[in-house]
């Protein structure tokens, strides 16, 4: 393993060991989140498949189902690194095992929801300075877009600015259900040693960043394209490859969290 270093400053604040890695461990945690979704293909696959379920089912809920699934979008996350931590272990993993998030430290997992929940508000709140609103109202509101309204260069504007102010919560919020679950800390402080690992590790993230963009983004279309056209125009075994990649590529990306987790914070001992 490359040598790494350490943030001495943030240990002293809280006894775990920070570790600051080079870049290529970007490009590893996803190589070693695969070989984690190979001890246990088919059990990963059917648990990330349930969860987005659960999720489809909670966000159908009229009126308030989009927010209570944003609201428990930390806690099922804690049950899915759970998940994987068991299987990185080699440990059996329990029926209940998707639900296992609602265990440990639950109100301080619903209190990073709603911070998660406001966050985007304020966000989308933003971007309306640019569309006059219109993004806001997709994604809170249910609006359909209509061509005219994707050819709109306000439009465009404001995705991207959607996309920067995304991005410092994307890393407040990558190791923050972690670190209340499995270390007991206030939502504030694990947003704020969250942001701060993922600031130090900049490297390997953005190269894991533009990984899993190429992987699960370019290669699927390339894939999807190639077979259409060599099936004579069906979309069928374009869509049933696109379902086969998704349930090889989510439970990898989602070991891959819980392998940037394990190197970054490698002091484990204290987590039950």
Known sequence: MPPTRTCSWLTDLFPMQVSILPAGRGLRWLVEGFAIFQHR?????????????????????????QVIGLLLIPVFSVSLMNACRLIDRKEQLPPQVLFSGFHRNLPTLLTLGVIYVLALLAILGLSALSDGGLLFRVFVMGETLTREA???????????????????????????????AWHDMSAGKSL????????????????????????????????????????????????????????ILLPTLYASFYISYREIFADMKNAP
């Open 41 to 65: 293909a088919t059990l990963l696959s059917f648990l990330v498949l349930g969860y987005w379920l659960t999720m489809a089912v909670i966000s159908a809920i009229p009126l308030f189902g």
């Open 192 to 247: 704020f040693f969250s942001l701060v690992a993922c600031l130090r590790n900049w490297r390997p993230f953005l190269l894991y960043a533009v990984t899993v963009g190429v992987i699960g983004a370019v290669a699927p279309r390339l894939i999807n394209g190639f077979m259409g056209a060599s099936d004579g125009g069906s979309q069928l075994l374009p869509s049933v490859i696109s379902v086969m990649l998704s349930l």
């Open 150 to 180: 994707l050819n709109q260069t306000s439009l465009v504007i404001a995705a991207q600015l959607t996309c920067v102010l995304l991005i410092p919560v994307v890393m407040a919020f990558w190791f923050a259900p972690v670190l209340v």
